[in-house]
């Protein structure tokens, strides 16, 4: 914000002074044909090679203006781009880290559900489960199962 309104003073400067050239130590101010000095038209009283070189310099100075103005808009541009371009480069980063985060939550979900099942298998191949315990673990495998599912639903969105 601060940059944009340095550019737009410089901008109101240059249109301010732009007329004015400083040729041989004075100052001369060229509207249309004429030129004039502290206000007075003293184009009669120059040489025509120094009415040329006041315009000449004058002219310079008017293209230096315009070769500034677009290296700035140049700079905002890039600028723009810039920013552009880190946004997307943000958005990338935050979409990757989502999807390693799916991961990570898919594979502990698969994890916990299988180790949850083998302990039961063993549990029941021992015997040591009574039918409360059963119905417990088949719940708890159940709730599992669903966070699996779950998780894999987010992975496959992501």
């Given at each position: 914000?601060?940059f944009?309104i340095?550019?737009?003073?410089?901008?109101?400067s240059?249109?301010?002074?732009?007329?004015?050239?400083?040729?041989?130590g004075?100052?001369y101010?060229?509207?249309g044909?004429?030129?004039?000095?502290?206000g007075?038209?003293?184009?009669?009283?120059?040489?025509?090679?120094e009415?040329?070189?006041?315009?000449e310099?004058?002219?310079?100075?008017?293209?230096l203006?315009?070769?500034?103005e677009?290296?700035?808009?140049?700079?905002?541009?890039?600028?723009?781009k810039?920013?552009?371009?880190?946004?997307?480069?943000?958005?990338?980063?935050k979409?990757?880290?989502?999807?390693?985060?799916?991961?990570?939550?898919?594979?502990?979900?698969?994890?916990?559900?299988?180790?949850?099942?083998?302990?039961y298998?063993?549990?029941?191949?021992?015997?040591k489960?009574s039918?409360?315990?059963?119905?417990?673990?088949?719940?708890?495998?159940?709730?599992?199962?669903?966070?699996h599912?779950?998780?894999e639903?987010?992975?496959?969105?992501?």
């Open positions: 914000m601060k944009l340095v550019i737009l003073l410089m901008c109101f240059f249109i301010l002074n732009a007329q004015e050239v400083n040729f041989n004075t100052i101010t060229v509207k044909s004429s030129i004039l000095t502290e007075v038209d003293v184009t009669s009283k120059l040489s025509v090679e009415q040329e070189q006041i315009k310099a004058f002219n310079k100075k008017k293209t203006e315009k070769t500034s677009k290296k700035e808009k140049q700079i905002k541009k890039a600028e723009k810039q920013k552009l371009a880190e946004k997307k480069q943000r958005k990338a980063e979409a990757l880290k989502q999807k390693q985060k799916a991961q990570s939550n898919f594979d502990k979900s698969a994890k916990k559900h299988m180790q949850s099942i083998e302990k298998e063993r549990l029941k191949k021992k015997g489960l039918p409360e315990d059963e119905a417990k673990w088949l719940k708890k495998i159940e709730k599992l199962k669903e966070a599912e779950k998780a639903k987010k992975l496959k969105r992501v």
